[in-house]
């Protein structure tokens, strides 16, 4: 019986199978959802349960954060001036064409953060007037249980100011633009009434209304066709309220004036 020598023997190779590739379908999200993730996703600020928290729980200072991120896109847009006046002064004097690029590239990419900066800003304002609307009716309650609680000469008294002191103080009209303007107080015929924020602004005007003004609901006073003027802002979300009980109990836009905060 022979023997196989050493190097006789061959090892037979085992061939490797290669893994079989396992294709995963990406699901196209859909245009509403592009617009929701890029208006909360790009500007990475905070989480949107965060600030939908803020905007319930603390709506006073949500409005301050838009106020902050607006001026933050202001000083950016300035930002952007000043570079392309320097970019178009370096190709006038020195003809420095790669240098200006650079700049107009930068300010290019300023630029695409305040559009994030602005959606983000939209974004939260959408979600404050959703909240708006839903804690509508609680200051509706709010503002009947004071009337209720108060007499009615306490109504027209409580924190009120002089006329004559109101009327040397700004007082604009209700239907005008109140963007990063905070209210002192207001005066509506001879009630001239001090409040601490817009939300006091509400619970007051309501107050009033409900106690002084409650048979002009129901009766055929013509009132004029004043139209506020369209702006978007957290201020005059709170004035679109406020225009809303006036329509309501038939008063005169112009007859309601906002003393406003000196800064």
Known sequence: MGFLKRNEIKEKEVPIMPEPKVEVKEIEPSFSQKKSLSQRRNLSLFEGDTVKY??????????EIQNGLNNL??????????????SSEII?????????????????????????????????????ESNMRKEAPTEVSKAASITNEIKEESVNTAKETSPSQATTEEQIEIY?????????????????????????????????????????????????????LE??????????TVIEMLT??????????????NK
């Open 54 to 63: 803020l905007i319930e729980n603390f709506p006073t200072m949500s409005i």
């Open 73 to 86: 896109a202001d000083i950016l847009e300035d930002t952007i001036n000043y570079i392309e006046d320097r």
């Open 92 to 128: 006038k004097k020195n003809r420095e064409f790669t240098t200006s690029q650079e700049h107009r590239d930068t300010a290019i990419a300023i630029y695409d953060v305040v559009q994030n900066i602005n959606n983000y800003v939209s974004w939260m304002q959408d979600e404050y």
């Open 176 to 228: 005008k633009d109140f963007s990063l303007k905070d209210p002192k107080g207001f005066t509506l015929h001879n009630h001239n009434v001090l409040v601490e924020d817009w939300d006091d602004l509400l619970v007051k005007t309501a107050a009033i209304l409900t106690k002084q003004y409650r048979s002009n609901k129901n009766s055929n006073k013509i009132v004029k066709n004043i139209q506020p």
């Open 231 to 240: 702006k978007k802002s957290p201020q005059n979300s709170f004035r679109d």
């Open 248 to 261: 309501e109990y038939k008063i005169n836009l112009d007859e309601f004036k906002i003393i406003i905060k």
